[in-house]
């Protein structure tokens, strides 16, 4: 999120004033131990513990604020404006009370939710697979019950840049299911 601050930015560089740095900080603990009530797949007793992290190449121009959009996907956040009109970080995590609303006028985002016509079995995806020397492998992220090899509904496709973890793209899969 630095990369809003600083010269490389030109006239388009934020300052420290323009980011919520409570929100920064809690994205950033919310990253290093993700404990959701994702099932790991290896063990479906047990609950996903892993490290939330952005991993990848940018190798084309874009704006700063698209390229972050695409880096908070990785966490399941979205990037928002705070009362002070500061960039500020919003994480999709459980919650025992609203926390917002998030709509149009509040999330600096093109899109922020996923719609399938109809629950799909699972989610289809690749990514670059860090513990395979960044091989791209398939990743079939299944609902309960369902089976990759026999779906009884369609599989959807599913992508988000820059994540190269296993664990971690099961995780927001199983999110996004």
Known sequence: MLGLVGSQNGKYAKTYDDINLESATELYNF??????GTPDDTSPDKLLHIKYSCNGVISEEKKIEDTIVSFLLTARSVLTRDEYNRYSFLIAKPANYPVAILNNQNVLMKSNTRLFTENPSGLQTTF?????????????IMDKGESWKNPSKPMEPFTIPYVTNEKQLW?????NL
């Open 128 to 140: 670059p697979d860090e513990k395979d020397d960044y091989t791209t492998n398939p990743l079939y």
């Open 31 to 36: 990253c290093k131990d993700v404990t959701d």
């Open 171 to 175: 995780s927001l899969g199983c999110y």
